[in-house]
C-alpha cells in the first residue's frame, strides 16, 4: 500500500513540474475548401458551358426544368431516410466540401512522442499537454481516459464504439450522396416524359414542336449533370474522408491503448506503421 501511494505521488509530482518536460507536437487540425473538389467541379461545368457557347444560339436555361430535377431529387431523396439523417448528412457533407487536412505521418509522430512522454514520465504527465490534445477532440478524451485511470480493455471498447459510430455515420451520409445521385438522373427523365406529353397535346402547332422538344430535353440534361457531376463525385469524396479520418482515430486508439499497457514506444510506432500506408511509414527511432 505504501509503494502504491509512493508511486501515485511520485506521478502527481511528475505532473506539476513542467519545467524540463519534452515537447509534443501534435498536428493542427484545420478546414479549408477542398481545392480538388471546387476544381473538379467548377472544370466540368466550364466545360460544359464551354460546349455549349461555340454550339448554337439555342437556350438552355430553363427554370421550371431546373426546380424540377433538383427539388423533385431532394424530395425524393428525403422519402428514403428521416429527417435526422439528412440533417447529419448535410452536416457531413459541409465538412466534406470544406475538407480536413491532417497528416498521418505527422499525427503519427505526435502520437508518438506522446506515448514516449508516457513512458518516461509517466502517464498523468500527458495532463500538461492539454492545449496540444484539444487540438483533435478525439485524441483530448482518449488521453484523458488514460490519465483517469482506465484499464486497456476499457479504452479500446470505448474508443472502437465510437470510432465504429463515427464510420457509420460517414457511411450513411455517403449511401445519401449516392441514393441522390441515382434519383437525380430519374427526375430528369420524368420531367422529359411531363414535356413529352404536353407537346403531344399540342400537336395542332407543328412550329411549337421543336423548341418544346428542346425544353422537354432540358430536364434530362440537368439531372445528368446533377446525378453525374456533383453526387456521385461528392458520394467517393465522403468515402475518402471517411476513410482518411478512421486512419486518424485508428492510430488515437493504437496510441492510448499502448500507454494505458506502458508499452515500448518501438512496439507503437512499429503498429502505427502497420496501419499507415507505405508512402507514409515513419521512421521515429532510426
Known amino acids: 500500500m505504501k509503494e502504491a501511494t509512493s508511486q501515485r505521488q511520485t506521478s502527481a509530482d511528475a505532473a506539476g513540474d513542467t519545467s524540463q518536460l519534452p515537447n509534443v507536437s501534435i498536428p493542427t487540425i484545420y478546414r479549408r475548401i477542398d481545392l480538388a473538389t471546387l476544381i473538379g467541379i467548377l472544370g466540368t461545368f466550364g466545360l460544359i458551358v464551354a460546349a455549349i457557347a461555340m454550339g448554337s444560339d439555342a437556350e438552355f436555361l430553363n427554370i421550371p426544368s431546373i426546380l424540377m430535377v433538383v427539388i423533385g431529387t431532394l424530395f425524393a431523396t428525403a422519402t428514403s431516410y428521416t429527417g435526422a439523417e439528412l440533417r447529419k448528412s448535410g452536416q457531413v457533407i459541409g465538412e466534406t466540401i470544406l475538407g480536413t487536412n491532417i497528416n498521418p505521418s505527422a499525427m503519427a509522430a505526435g502520437l508518438l512522442d506522446l506515448a514516449v512522454v508516457a513512458k518516461k514520465k509517466g502517464i498523468l504527465v500527458l495532463s500538461n499537454y492539454d492545449s496540444e490534445l484539444k487540438k ?11 490519465i483517469d485511470g482506465y484499464t486497456a480493455a476499457d479504452v479500446e471498447f470505448f474508443l472502437s464504439q465510437e470510432l465504429e459510430a463515427d464510420i457509420e455515420r460517414h457511411k450513411r451520409s455517403a449511401g445519401i ?15 422529359t416524359l411531363v414535356g413529352l406529353v404536353q407537346m403531344l397535346a399540342n400537336l395542332d402547332s407543328p412550329e411549337t414542336i421543336g423548341p418544346a422538344m428542346a425544353v422537354a430535353l432540358l430536364t434530362t440534361f440537368y439531372g445528368a449533370i446533377l446525378g453525374t457531376i456533383v453526387m ?13 479520418n478512421a486512419l486518424i482515430k485508428i492510430m488515437i486508439t493504437l496510441t492510448c491503448i499502448s500507454i494505458a499497457k506502458q508499452d515500448n514506444p518501438r512496439k ?8 499507415l500506408p507505405p508512402s507514409k511509414r515513419i521512421r521515429y527511432f532510426d
Open 136 to 146: 483533435d477532440g478525439f485524441l483530448h478524451k482518449a488521453v484523458q481516459m488514460v
Open 177 to 191: 450522396t449516392r441514393r441522390a445521385s441515382e434519383i437525380a438522373p430519374a427526375m430528369g427523365l420524368i420531367g
Open 268 to 275: 507503437l510506432e512499429m503498429m502505427l506503421n502497420a496501419e
Open 232 to 244: 456521385a463525385p461528392l458520394a467517393v469524396k465522403l468515402e475518402k474522408r471517411s476513410s482518411d
